[in-house]
T-cell receptor, first 114, second 115 residues
Framework: DTGVSQNPRHKITKRGQNVTFRCDPI?????LYWYRQTLGQGPEFLTY????????KSRLLSDRFSAERPKGSFSTLEIQRTEQGDSAMYLC????????????FGPGTRLTVL | AQKITQTQPGMFVQEKEAVTLDCTYD???????LFWYKQPSSGEMIFLIY??????QNATEGRYSLNFQKARKSANLVISASQLGDSAMYFC????????????FGKGTTLSVSS
């Protein structure tokens, strides 16, 4: 399967703990995006990488959120000191260098903060 | 600021019938892209169809077509010959003038197809 993969698929954590999610994009895609989706809403953009450069991060929800893509391949999204309001689906997408920016999404990581 | 509006929270259709899902958008950009995604209960977002703002023809992909009315700022998705497997959440999305930027999504429409 050469689609976007995300791990873990589900994460349950206690309030105050740190969590890290991983995204592996489609191998030839140089663009990678993180979105958050809460129940009954469409995905909400968080941040965007082109290769290893983080070109947009102003939409990260707070300074507790950070993302990296150190070698321009996989990416991680970290949430520090989780809060109950962080409970959501975290989606990763990738798109190729050329084309219309069709973004191909992974299956998501569902976070539950107790 | 860009905005996507989907006014139909839920739609119901019988198998083999056609259905139109509404989407209106707001942008001051001249160049933009419009997308439709399907999200089944499994959660994965599936890309369906794309329309560029300068495309003169309406986009089509199999049973999906996009009814693009630029002056009205609408980009409705038409699904012909509905199938039970079409039951899902459908999202309309827009990207701003540059490729590689974020997609802005609407709140979605839940489509239920019955036999």
């Amino acid at each position: 399967d050469t689609g976007v993969s995300q791990n873990p698929r589900h994460k349950i954590t206690k309030r105050g703990q740190n969590v890290t999610f991983r995204c592996d994009p489609i191998s030839e895609h140089n663009r990678l995006y993180w979105y958050r989706q809460t129940l009954g809403q469409g995905p909400e953009f968080l941040t965007y990488f082109q290769n290893e450069a983080q070109l947009e991060k102003s939409r990260l929800l707070s300074d507790r959120f950070s993302a990296e893509r150190p070698k321009g391949s996989f990416s991680t999204l970290e949430i520090q000191r989780t809060e109950q309001g962080d409970s959501a689906m975290y989606l990763c997408a990738s798109s190729p260098r050329t084309g219309n920016n069709e973004q191909f999404f992974g299956p998501g990581t569902r976070l539950t903060v107790l | 600021a860009q905005k996507i509006t989907q006014t139909q929270p839920g739609m119901f259709v019988q198998e083999k019938e056609a259905v139109t899902l509404d989407c209106t958008y707001d942008t001051s950009d001249q160049s933009y892209g419009l997308f439709w995604y399907k999200q089944p209960s499994s959660g994965e977002m599936i890309f369906l169809i794309y329309q560029g703002s300068y495309d003169e023809q309406n986009a089509t992909e199999g049973r999906y077509s996009l009814n693009f009315q630029k002056a009205r700022k609408s980009a409705n998705l038409v699904i012909s010959a509905s199938q039970l497997g079409d039951s899902a959440m459908y999202f309309c999305a827009m990207r701003a003038n540059q490729a590689g930027t974020a997609l802005i999504f609407g709140k979605g429409t839940t489509l239920s197809v019955s036999s």
